[in-house]
């Protein structure tokens, strides 16, 4: 596979170009939408991949937590139903608006919040989509560095998470992401 590797404290990150549904991560995280009843792009090749079982509990979960819909920036974790990953957190980034309506930092909620999930589910690896940059038209530009640094961030106070990888689509997401990672402070990356 395509791509580059780095390390934040013991964490290795990892971008790869690849189809999330193939990751045999822990966990592999879903671009979903606040009604987690599925959806096209990442949503829907997770969920037709998965099968029947995660919409049950997706189901479940809107009943007794969430009637009103999952808000933006917080997430959920299912099982993985038929995919390699044990788990699928489900969460919600921000439809892009111009960037004035708290997108980056309900962009980094997204990613954050699902870090946590899967630490307190005792996880070691977690796959992520490049959440937002599809549907919900965030400018990959942006949404690459914000998602960057707060993976960052998180792992320089956490220690538990043995490997996150970003799986971008396309070669182009890719090299995006790539840039995005050269830019991280030196300081802050490590070889
Ligand atoms: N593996 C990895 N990346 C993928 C895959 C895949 N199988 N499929 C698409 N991408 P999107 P969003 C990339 O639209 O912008 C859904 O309908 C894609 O190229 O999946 O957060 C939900 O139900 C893009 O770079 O998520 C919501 O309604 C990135 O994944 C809405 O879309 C995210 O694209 C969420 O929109």
Redesign the pocket.
Known sequence: MAGSEFHVGRTKVCLVQG???DMDTDAIVN???STLM????????IHRRAGPRILEECRRIRAEEWPEGLPTGKAVITSGGNLKAKRVIHSV?PVWRGGSQDEPKLLADAYRNSLRLAVSNGLKSVAF????????GYPIEQASRVALNVIREFLEREDKLERVVF?L?TKE?LEIYEKAAKHLCPSERQP
């Open positions: 189809d999330i549904t671009a979903a939408n599925g959806g096209g792009g990442v949503d829907g090749a980034g989509p490049s959440i937002s940059t599809g549907a919900y799986v689509f997401d």
